[in-house]
């Protein structure tokens, strides 16, 4: 079992930056992929950046998101520059691991307006 706690959202005017963290705990040694992703109203999730093996962005994120990763806190950090009023939505952490479970966050806002 993994938990993850979501925090960090906020209203921002475009162009801003927000960081956004995830704190996981329980068997978080097993976790094989860890990341982002964000919720629109009316659609479903999709991906905004992952880190395992390798890291992932979303072409919409590639060159002003930047996720990292601090083993020893447990954390995972999305980093968000030159933010847009289309990047406002619930963001979401979620994780993965190698027998293919999935857990999710309870989700933070980001509201990008002026």
């Known amino acids: 079992q993994v938990q993850l706690v979501e925090s960090g959202g906020d209203l921002v005017q475009p162009g801003g930056s927000l960081t956004l963290s995830c704190v996981a705990s329980?068997?978080?040694?097993?976790?094989?992929?860890i990341g982002w992703f964000r919720q629109f109203p009316g659609s479903q999730r999709e991906l905004v950046a992952t880190?395992?093996?390798?890291?992932r962005y979303a072409k919409s994120a590639k060159g002003r998101f930047a996720i990292s990763r601090d083993v020893a806190k447990n954390t995972v950090y999305l980093q968000m520059d030159s933010l847009l009023p289309e990047d406002t939505a619930v963001y979401y952490c979620?994780?993965?691991?190698?027998?293919?479970?999935?857990?999710w966050g309870q989700g933070t806002q980001v509201t990008v307006s002026a």
């Open positions: 880190t395992g093996s390798n890291i």
């Open positions: 979620y994780a993965n691991m190698p027998n293919g479970s999935e857990y």
């Open positions: 329980g068997t978080i040694s097993e976790i094989h992929v």
